[in-house]
């Protein structure tokens, strides 16, 4: 088992920054690949970055690219999603997830391969 908990969410002007972290815990000692979703209200959940074990793959949904960078710290079984240029469109809960994984390269996508979920951390973008 797993076990992600979310942090950094807020209240921030469009235009402004914020950075989120999401720290493992549990069974760290496997390779996790490792990535941020977002879901607003009432709207499906959405990808927004991922990141390979190695930290040499990132992905990034087009809404965001350029504005957010995802990375991580296997040190401390940590990743950070750094958000820059905040819109309001961008005001969603933000979940990290993992996905257990051998290839170091490898980046996903899809919710549905990921294997264990954060909480959440609520980002809200005013105008």
């Known amino acids: 088992q797993v076990q992600l908990v979310e942090s950094g969410g807020g209240l921030v002007q469009a235009g402004g920054s914020l950075r989120l972290s999401c720290a493992a815990s549990?069974?760290?000692?496997?390779?996790?690949?490792m990535c941020w979703f977002r879901q607003a209200l009432g709207k499906e959940r959405e990808f927004v970055a991922a990141?390979?074990?190695?930290?040499?793959?990132?992905h990034y949904a087009d809404s965001v690219k350029g504005r957010f960078t995802i990375s991580r710290d296997n040190t401390r079984n940590t990743v950070y999603l750094q958000m820059d240029s905040l819109k309001p469109e961008d005001t969603a809960v933000y979940y990290c997830?993992?996905?257990?994984?051998?290839?170091?390269?490898?980046?996903?996508?899809?919710?549905?391969?990921?294997?264990?979920w954060g909480q959440g951390t609520q980002v809200t973008v005013s105008s």
């Open positions: 549990g069974r760290t000692d496997s390779s996790y690949v």
């Open positions: 990141i390979s074990i190695s930290g040499t793959n990132r």
């Open positions: 997830a993992s996905l257990r994984t051998l290839n170091r390269a490898s980046i996903a996508t899809n919710r549905n391969q990921y294997d264990y």
